[in-house]
């Protein structure tokens, strides 16, 4: 039997349930509970599904011992292909980047609206990463340690303004974990522990950013987002930045698995290129303000067995 190229599409697809709105709403059909619903197939791609069964299958993996070192190796092996794939693609970037934000511009019924837009998407990502750095993480600290971490933040300055300079977690990593040793008296062994992982999967600034992105997209196309889709992209964008590489503006790239959870083109993160490479400097401070206080957190809660360990060594 032949397969059409529409089976081909649904298989594609993913499913999901949708309500029916009654034709008219009125006094007695109002109640949302007693509305019909069926299920759809929409155009994008599974991406929670496939986020969840690559954690599920690496878990697996790893428990496999031996056995499951060839597919260890597989997986590796794509990584690295992908990465070159994707360094070829870089080198041309700037010609394909340059006509998609053209495009954009030309599309846009007004230019000064479009600024205007953008202006406001930009002030809402920066408010929500100086509340979450300057609030939020440090109320985390204050709750778990006891002490209000307004030297701690004076004394990571450095490195923030070095992750504000470069862009990138990873290249600010020496000198935030120098800043929390020489500065902030945190103990290399838990610098050294947390630091790295902290810079390769804890990126506040980065989840943050792009669901704020998300929405911002969805508005400027005119699409209203329930409930459950705002809970769907709060939590692909955090699967997203935990899978975000810690180098300059690796957060709009996984975006895009974002985007389709929502049924969002690729393309459209061209819609906020122009400003992000400024605000991949906010997020990326943050981001290593949010790695710092953590360290300083583990600190605090391992005391006791930083000391043991200490004894243990001295007594060796
Ligand atoms: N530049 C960020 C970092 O290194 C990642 C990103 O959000 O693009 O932490």
């Known amino acids: 039997m032949g397969t059409s190229r529409m089976d081909i599409n649904v298989r594609r697809a993913s ?15 109002n109640d949302i509970r007693l509305w019909e619903f069926t299920g759809e197939y929409t155009g994008s ?46 080198w041309v970037s700037p010609i394909g980047v340059f006509f998609l934000v053209t495009s954009k511009m030309l599309e846009a019924e007004s230019f000064a609206v ?20 300057f609030v939020t993480l440090p109320l985390v600290y204050f709750l778990c340690v006891r002490e209000i971490p307004i030297k701690f933040l004076i004394n990571m300055g450095q490195a923030i303004l070095t992750a504000f300079a470069t862009g990138s977690s990873s290249a600010t990593l020496s000198v935030s974990m120098g800043c929390l040793e020489e500065k902030n008296n945190i103990d290399p062994r838990v610098t ?19 669901a704020v992105a ?10 209203s987002l329930s ?17 975000a590489a810690s180098i300059p503006q690796a957060g709009l790239v996984t975006m895009v698995m974002v985007l389709d959870t929502v049924g969002l083109p690729a393309e459209d993160v061209s819609l906020i290129f122009a400003v992000d490479w400024l605000l991949d400097r906010f997020r990326t401070s943050i981001n290593v303000l949010g790695d710092a206080l953590g360290a300083g957190i583990v600190a605090h809660l391992s005391k006791k067995e930083l000391k043991k360990g200490l004894v243990a060594v001295s007594m060796n």
Not at 115 to 133: I, N, R, S
């Open 45 to 90: 791609s599974n991406v929670l599904g496939l986020v969840v069964f690559s954690v599920v299958q690496g878990i697996a993996i790893a428990q496999m011992g031996e056995v499951g070192k060839p597919l260890q190796h597989f997986y590796t092996a794509l990584g690295e292909a992908m990465m070159l794939i994707t360094n070829w693609v870089i």
């Open 192 to 210: 050294r522990f947390v630091m790295p992982i902290g810079a390769t999967i804890n990126m506040d600034g980065t989840a943050l950013y792009e």
């Open 114 to 133: 479009m600024v205007g837009q953008l202006g406001m998407y930009f002030m809402t990502v920066l408010v929500g990463l100086l509340g979450h750095g």
């Open 214 to 223: 998300v929405i911002f997209i969805s508005q400027v196309r005119h699409m």
């Open 15 to 29: 499913y999901r349930t949708v309500i029916i709105p009654p034709k008219e709403i009125n006094e007695t059909n």
């Open 227 to 243: 409930i459950s889709q705002i809970f769907a992209i709060s939590i692909t964008s955090t699967m997203a930045s935990i899978g």
